[in-house]
């Protein structure tokens, strides 16, 4: 079954991906799903799928109908014959998947409500979103714009690499803000050198990135690098691997 449960995960996942549904699919990538019998609304029992999402997704996907039609469009398109026939009325529940309980996690609790303080991290981000009247996606205490940038600090993680995520860098060159502040999606320190990780969401920004590049440079970061969203999305541990591979060689 559990075999068959993720069968169904990966194929879900492709069919939203392969109809540009790619935020769909960011929300459920790292869902969990289990089949459990429900009952309809009239009562009767019948087989659904209940799909466990971060706090973050969940709230998407709760508050968006539109996403909640195509996630189940597209779960239907695909499950239809494995093993059910009619999808008419197949039921899919969200719910939020309950966190496991560390030890002392009272105490680690009760120490971040008393030093909680608005961070810089991801300040620019933020504030970018505010004016969209949106949020940035939090995983593991850490403000990000996207999935895809989550998907490449898990592998970061993964490679127990120093980075820091959305930082704000500092110069005071002008006297304006808008000119001496900068962020960068990774600052990332691997064996002594500083380099830099950026994730490519619009493909028509060269000048900007250049000017944006050239700022770092003067301060002697010289390793910049920057990958397409889709290939940070779909190809995470190749990027990140290349990366280092890159920074290292710039090591004095």
Excluded at 57 to 63: A, D, H, I, L
Excluded at 238 to 244: G, I, P, Q, S
Aim: with cysteine; proline share 2%; net charge negative.
């Amino acid at each position: 079954m559990t075999n068959f449960i993720e069968k169904l995960h990966r194929t879900w996942i492709e069919s939203l991906i392969r109809h540009d549904f790619t935020e769909c699919a960011s929300l459920i990538v790292d869902a969990r799903l289990e089949l459990d019998e429900q009952q309809n609304r009239f009562g009767d029992t019948i087989e659904g799928l209940c799909v466990y999402l971060t706090f973050d997704n969940y709230e998407r996907v709760k508050e968006n109908e539109k996403i909640r039609t195509l996630l189940s469009e597209n779960f239907n398109f695909i499950a239809k014959g494995h093993p059910w026939h009619d999808m008419s009325n197949f039921p899919i529940e969200y719910r939020v998947e309950l966190m496991e309980v560390d030890e002392n996690w009272q105490k680690i609790i009760k120490y971040l409500i008393t030093n909680s303080k608005e961070l810089n991290q991801g300040l620019v981000t933020e504030k970018c979103f505010s004016r969209k009247e949106k949020n940035p996606i939090i995983y593991n205490e850490m403000k990000f714009a996207s999935q895809t940038e989550v998907r490449i600090a898990q592998e970061l993680e993964n490679t127990k690499v120093l980075f820091f995520p959305l930082p704000l860098a500092v110069r005071a060159e002008t006297g304006k803000i808008y000119e001496d502040h900068r962020e960068v999606d990774f600052l990332v320190c691997h064996e002594g050198t500083w380099g830099i990780l950026e994730v490519s969401h619009h493909p028509n920004r060269y000048e900007k990135d250049k000017e944006k590049d050239a700022w770092f440079k003067q301060s002697g970061i010289l390793c910049i690098e920057h990958y397409s969203a889709e290939k940070c999305y779909n190809s995470s541990k190749k990027v990140v691997h290349e990366f280092l591979s890159i920074l290292s060689k710039f090591k004095r």
